[in-house]
């Protein structure tokens, strides 16, 4: 970890110590937070904002990472960055929504720095007949009733960007229009995509023993 990142966390850390637990800023909107944190830099209040999103944005980072440590680092990268880039949120989404985007978008670009890692997009045109898929091809139940164990090596060997809108729409829940919004993608575009990185990952799961 970086010296400013030291710094940055150890700031954060001790303001909210002074925070007691039926602090009025604890009840604050997300927007409302937002706005008094840009008015002066507050890092008092982006402890609240830290402590209300840190676990999404690690499990995010998860993703695109290799292992918890990675993923931990990573976390840390985005909120310091989302510290500096505060101010660019303009409240046309729900905030937890712009985070999404902005915590993808991040990760997208730390695996492209890395050449060893660089994800393409696999994307295949919607017109491509010999992959089109019916919604019956690859149901959502045939995810849910996969092993854990088995499932987490599976999602290991599929793409981060696969594994990314997996976990976006299986284990938080993001709808299509979240997820439209998040990717910047249209809606065709992201069921597409939802179906691709289903059925690979259904692929590699009945590989594995």
């Not at 909210?16 to 002066?40: G, H, W």
């Not at 987490?152 to 993001?174: F, M, P, R």
């Amino acid at each position: 970890m970086t010296f400013l990142k030291r710094l940055f966390l150890i700031l954060i850390n001790q303001d909210k110590r002074s925070l007691k637990p039926d602090d009025a800023y604890s009840q604050l909107t997300d927007e409302e937070l937002v706005q008094k944190i840009v008015a002066n830099n507050n890092a008092l209040l982006f402890g609240v904002l830290y402590d209300r999103y840190s676990k999404m944005v690690y499990n995010k980072c998860y993703g695109f990472s290799k292992s918890k440590d990675e993923a931990e680092d990573l976390t840390q990268d985005v909120f310091l960055m989302l510290f500096v880039k505060l101010a660019s949120f303009k409240g046309k989404s729900k905030f937890s929504t712009w985070l999404y985007s902005f915590t993808y978008n991040f990760c997208v670009n730390y695996v492209n720095r890395n050449k060893q890692r660089k994800m393409s997009d696999n994307s295949i045109p919607m017109d491509t007949a010999e992959y089109k898929l019916t919604e019956d091809e690859v149901p959502d139940e045939s995810i849910y009733e996969l092993k854990a164990s088995k499932l987490e090596k599976a999602l290991n060997l599929i793409s981060a960007e696969d594994k990314s809108i997996l976990l976006l729409k299986y284990q938080d829940g993001a709808s299509i229009k979240e997820l439209s919004e998040v990717l910047e993608l249209g809606e065709s575009a992201i069921k597409m995509r939802l179906k691709r990185a289903k059925a690979k990952l259904l692929e590699i799961y009945n590989t594995l023993s």
